[in-house]
Every structure is written in structure tokens, then in C-alpha cells.
């Protein structure tokens, strides 16, 4: 269940006590003839989110990512925020469902090393396919993320496909520089090549 499902259902009532609590400290200041503040913007939510996390208080920052986001669909630093701190969470599928709306506003610049993040929590969680997914989606925002190219591979390999993780890496290799990330994919090659021939020989 992604995160505006659980808005609708498990937080809901968390927010609903929340949002009665308030309402009830309102009418006692209303009664009281103190003057009662204003609720918070979309944008001081964000920038407290921004405090929680930085202490890593990772569910009340997401929690608020959520409240600004749903006050203003246009506040792109809570849709990043609320990104990061669902993959902090290990929700990948969360994250992933954010940055494909920050990728769909052309001019939202995403960190390689957060699309990483996401790519390679769904990898720990064993959920080759959804990695899979995720990294070819990474490749349509940033072509020359080369660790995706060759996480692509491993995802590919994982799920058995080894003969099309092997021409994975091949496609990939006269795009890279040199360097370890290219050694490192030429011996990816080497060792999925190994693999085939063992099966060929049984």
C-alpha cells in the first residue's frame, strides 16, 4: 500500500485525532478570547519535516512531508522530501511513485544518489523486477547513470536473464569512460560469459 493509500486509511485516523485535538485547543482559545494562531503553510511544514529528518526523526518529517504536499501539490521540495524520507522508511515503491512525479516536471533536477538509493533498497528487499523497473526509469532521467546500467545488468542476472544482462553491460561498455566502473562491468561480462559456458558443459 503506497503512501497516499495510507493517507486514506491507517494514518487517516491519526491525522483525524490530530485534526480533533486541534479543534478542541482552537475552541478553548476561541472561548478563552485568545487569539488563535495560524494554521502552518505548506512551506513551514516543509522546512519542519527538513528539521526532523536532519535529527533523524524519519516518520514525524514524513508525516509532514505528507501534511504540505496535501496542501500544496505544487510543493516540489515536500514531494522530494517525502521521497527521501520514504526510502529512509525502506519504502522503495513510495519513493519511486515521487520521483515519477518530480521526473514528469522538466525542471526538477534529481540527485543520481538518491535514484541509487531507491534502486538498491528494492535489490536488498530481493525485488529484482521492481529494480529492474526502477533503474530502466532512472536510465530515462539520467542516461549516463552508469552504476544503474550495470545494477540494470544485476537485476537482469538475478531474475535469471543472464544472456540479457550480459548484452546489458555489453551496450553499455563503448558509452563509459575509462575507469573502475568500466572495469568493473567488463568483469561482469567476464563472469556471466563463465556462467553460460559452465551450463553449456553439463
Not at 45 to 73: C, M, R, S
Not at 93 to 104: G, K, N, Q, W
Not at 140 to 165: H, I, M, S
Request: net charge neutral.
Amino acid at each position: 500500500m503506497g503512501w497516499l493509500q495510507k493517507i486514506k486509511s491507517h494514518d487517516e485516523g491519526s491525522l483525524r485525532d490530530i485534526s480533533l485535538i486541534l479543534f478542541l485547543a482552537t475552541c478553548i482559545l476561541f472561548f478563552r478570547g485568545i487569539p488563535v494562531p495560524e494554521p502552518p503553510t505548506s512551506e513551514e511544514l516543509t522546512e519542519t519535516a527538513f528539521g526532523h529528518l536532519l535529527i533523524n526523526n524519519v516518520y514525524a518529517a514524513w508525516n509532514l512531508y505528507i501534511q504540505a504536499y496535501k496542501l500544496d501539490p505544487g510543493n516540489m521540495a515536500a514531494l522530494r522530501g517525502l521521497a527521501v524520507s520514504s526510502c529512509l522508511r525502506e519504502k522503495p515503491e513510495d519513493a519511486f511513485y515521487c520521483y515519477r512525479i518530480l521526473a514528469s516536471r522538466n525542471n526538477q533536477k534529481i540527485e543520481s544518489a538518491d535514484l541509487m538509493d531507491v534502486g538498491i533498497l528494492f535489490e536488498k528487499q530481493k525485488r529484482f523486477s521492481e529494480a529492474e523497473e526502477f533503474y530502466k526509469f532512472a536510465l530515462t532521467v539520467l542516461p549516463d547513470l552508469y552504476a544503474a546500467n550495470y545494477r540494470l545488468a544485476k537485476a537482469q542476472f538475478e531474475q535469471g536473464r543472464v544472456e540479457q544482462a550480459i548484452s546489458t553491460l555489453e551496450t553499455l561498455l563503448p558509452r563509459m569512460p575509462e575507469g573502475f566502473e568500466k572495469q568493473q562491468a567488463q568483469g561482469g561480462i567476464i563472469f556471466m560469459r563463465d556462467i553460460l559456458q559452465k551450463k553449456k558443459n553439463k
